[in-house]
């Protein structure tokens, strides 16, 4: 299976644990895959050949742009700057309503995409680009920047030499270890998506909330700029209480001064299969906004409204 990946976008994984044989341990993320020879992790960019763990994605560049960083978004760190943005295939999360599936869950699979690209971007690439584009600084995004952890670590080197900064847009469900090495190599931001309650977010995404609250704990203490969205889902979401509880965890463990976003979902991917079938209305996000406010949030912001 490996045989037919542009040698390029393969890199041993820089965190994993032989459990046997024939099984070995990706801790990239939370998920903590076991995987057997020749199989894929559940986000379909770490495959197991010959009981070592490899990332098929490093370089694999299907998407890039020149963004505002308010895109991102990240509405206070450095307002009004561009950010050089890439992304790959593949994703750690199963979310039903993904507004960016066609690179997070590509039909075909993240394999069979990766099989055929041509889309290697060198990290040297990437940063000469991010300069002729007079960009500020670099963002992993699109898709779940984390599957693109061992790639990062070098564009994050290459951009600090050149006086870049380095942003994330993450689910945040890395392993503490791969926190420890993006801090160390310069990530500068990142934007965390709250999801919602725990029962939410094991029931429709299969993982663990209260792991993603930990790391974005993780990384205020590290000093790393960190703002918050939750993407509002009518009626998964959209509750009182769920958005009470959120806010006021924000303002309690991670700070009331934290930037919140409140973001509008419209109908992608599978909405369609679990009853959503038109944007989120409105004055859900209005009832969410003075909810936040109400709870000691200093700054929340509306979003694809
Ligand atoms: S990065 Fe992928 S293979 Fe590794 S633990 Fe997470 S989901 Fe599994």
Redesign the pocket.
Known sequence: MIESIDKRFIRK?KYQKKCNKKVS?????????K?KEGE???????INYEGD?YTIVYGCIPAESCNPIEKKPLYTFHPGTTAFTVGTY?C?FDCFWCQNWHLSHPNPSTIEQVKKSKDYLSPENLIRKAIRNNCEGTSISFNEP??L?EYSLDVFDLAKKNDLYNTYVSNG?MTKKVINDLIEHGLDAINIDIKGDSEMVRNYCGTDVEKVWRNAKCFIENDVHVEITTLLIKDLNTDVEIIANIANRIKEQLGASIPLHLTRAFPRYKSKNHGFTEPTPLKYLYRALLIAKKEGLETVYLGNI
Not at 25 to 33: A, V
């Open positions: 994984g341990q990706c801790l990239t993320c939370e998920r903590k895959c995987i894929i992790g559940h986000c379909g960019t770490r763990i593949g750690n984390t599957l952890f469900y």
